[in-house]
């Protein structure tokens, strides 16, 4: 479905849901969005969009079923033939981790820490198959030409169906890890005092992780290498034990 001229003005107006080091995202209803940071809302932007310099054009879907936020319509500028707006698919949810920028205060820090918690009491109350289905889309993804990019904000988790969506990928080959998953996982919260609640959450989400890559298997060799990054952000012994000492019970497929 293309939207028109005065839906997409409409949302543009209000505040972007997101805000990445490539684009801006916008929340359209059904939609997403997405508008590279080297276009600007400018009058001109407006004027050209009323006057139909921007032209649709539609892209085919490349991942079929899946959801991976990935863009269904481009607005492509028939001067400089360059994106300036993508309709795409949307994924309920909220991000499970968050970009945390230092120095933070101490009430910052506490803030910060709460709402960590608060959703990996989320994360780690999702079914084992919510796990077992982000592994796949893991596995499926070393098939394609697209990879994760495993940066804050770039995993939604729904709170009501507890299902977690990969977004934002990148067209590039790149063979990307458990470990990656791990990252976009867990928040990095800085300073995390011995709270026995946060560790707790951390070893139940490696534990179902880890479950959820031995049930599947994973189908590349590189998928088996531990990441350092990883072990940097798990803030709990059990949780690095439990990671450290399962890749070698994980299978890894010969398809």
Known sequence: M??????ILNYLSYKPIGTGTEAVTYDADKYVLRMPKYIKT???????????????QKLPSVHKHKNFGQAIYNLIDTQTHKIVLSICKKAHGFPTNDLVDMPLTEKQI?????????KMQI????PQKSFKHLVNDLNYLTSTDFTIDPSEGNLLIDP???????IDLRPVKKIRNIGDLILLLLTDIPNMPGNNEYYDLELKIITKLIK??????????????IKPRALEVLKSKPAKIMY????????????
């Open 42 to 56: 400018t009058h001109q932007f407006k004027k050209n969009l009323s006057n139909g310099l921007y032209k649709y």
């Open 2 to 7: 293309k939207l028109t001229t005065a839906e």
């Open 244 to 255: 450290k000492n399962n890749y070698h019970n994980i299978k890894l497929n010969k398809n």
């Open 212 to 225: 959820a890559a031995k049930s599947c298997g994973l189908v590349h060799p590189k998928q088996l290498a």
């Open 110 to 118: 506490q803030k910060a820490q709460q709402t960590a918690i608060s």
């Open 160 to 166: 009501k169906s507890k299902k977690f969506y990969i």
């Open 123 to 126: 994360i780690a109350s999702a």
